[in-house]
């Protein structure tokens, strides 16, 4: 695939994506105050970049996997968000018909494979869905998410050297946010330089900068296309920032108000609206638009999921076998 141009439409695009993620995920928020989302929440706010990136560079038939942050992506996919929203409320019209919750959202339709509420899970997945693409000779890539606190997981390296073994079409990548829950990259190992895990496997490897989708989008494009292209893995560390807490109850007490204010500075919302705004691609009257049009929409899905019922107890005995064989594998 022909390396795309960040023009107006991109951007906007971007900025629309980007600011209905966030308006989505401050909604989460609320309705899980109300008690209307129960369980555990992990918010998005700060790492919409990642996504942005990443999704431009992928082509259709490729693959998404990743941790517990998990409800926007498959809406980037193309996944209804009211559907999203249902499944947060435990509603029968959720993704997951109100059985997964926020933690493990699924779209086998969109190519989105969770959703994985054990930290590192996804890792082994993640190459497993590629062996499957290369095995079946298909020239799909698979984008393998996980956070920093799970590459200290040793299934990690066992799913390295297989993947390099094997040559898979898997593009690992940690979204450095800083923080494994609430501890700090610099207290979890001897280095912070995680991309460099990669060295020990031959693994092509690089660090960049995750606030700005354009600088996510050149690096993963050129990780997609060279596994596309058979040359396996590569593995990139995306330093990012969430600014809400690793979950809804916590009290962030290991950084400072300053930190966060500093990061603040560089939103990737708002990086895209500067360049929109420089350029001159859209009037204050077209981003007052699009910014009603956010709003308008994530109104819609918490009418649709609020109205939605509950599972009934029938439902606790769907889903649980399979009537075929291998489902999953299909030439």
Not at 10 to 17: A, F, I, Q, R, S
Not at 172 to 177: G, K, L, P, S, T
Not at 268 to 275: C, D, N, Q, S
């Amino acid at each position: 695939m022909a390396k795309k141009k960040l023009t107006k439409e991109v951007y906007l695009k971007w900025y629309e994506d980007m600011l209905f993620w966030r308006k989505f995920e401050d909604m989460t928020s609320a309705l899980y105050i109300q008690q209307k989302i129960r369980g555990f929440l992990h918010l998005y706010n700060g790492q919409e970049a990642v996504l942005a990136g990443s999704l431009l560079a992928m082509e259709q038939g490729d693959k998404m996997i990743t941790a517990y942050r998990n409800h926007v992506q498959p809406i980037g996919l193309g996944v209804d968000p009211r559907k999203i929203m249902a499944e947060l409320l435990g509603k029968v019209t959720g993704t997951s018909r109100g059985k997964g919750g926020s933690m493990h959202m699924f779209s086998k339709e969109h190519n989105f494979f969770g959703g994985h509420g054990i930290v590192g899970g996804q890792i082994p997945l993640g190459a497993g869905m590629a062996f499957a693409d290369k095995y079946l000779g298909k020239k799909h890539v698979t984008l393998c998410y996980m956070g920093d606190g799970a590459v200290r997981q040793g299934s990690l390296h066992e799913t390295f050297n297989m993947a390099m073994l094997w040559k898979l079409p898997v593009v690992f990548i940690v979204e450095n946010n800083g923080y494994a829950m609430g501890t700090s990259v610099e207290r979890t190992a001897n280095h912070t330089d995680i991309y460099k895990l990669g060295l020990g496997y031959e693994m092509p490897c690089a660090p960049l900068e995750g606030m700005d989708p354009a600088v996510v989008y050149d690096a993963v494009y050129e990780a997609v296309e060279c596994a596309r292209r058979g040359e396996g893995p590569s593995f990139l560390e995306i330093r990012t920032y969430r600014y809400k807490g690793h979950s809804m109850s916590d009290a962030q007490h290991y950084r400072t108000k300053d930190e966060v204010a500093d990061y603040q500075k560089i939103d990737p919302i708002l990086t895209a609206k500067e360049v929109i705004v420089k350029k001159k691609w859209a009037t204050d009257s077209e981003i007052q638009a699009i910014d009603a049009r956010v709003k308008e929409l994530v109104a819609e899905c918490v009418q649709f999921a609020e109205e939605s019922p509950y599972p009934s107890a029938e439902e606790l005995w769907q889903h649980v076998y399979v009537d075929q064989d291998y489902p999953f594998i299909t030439e």
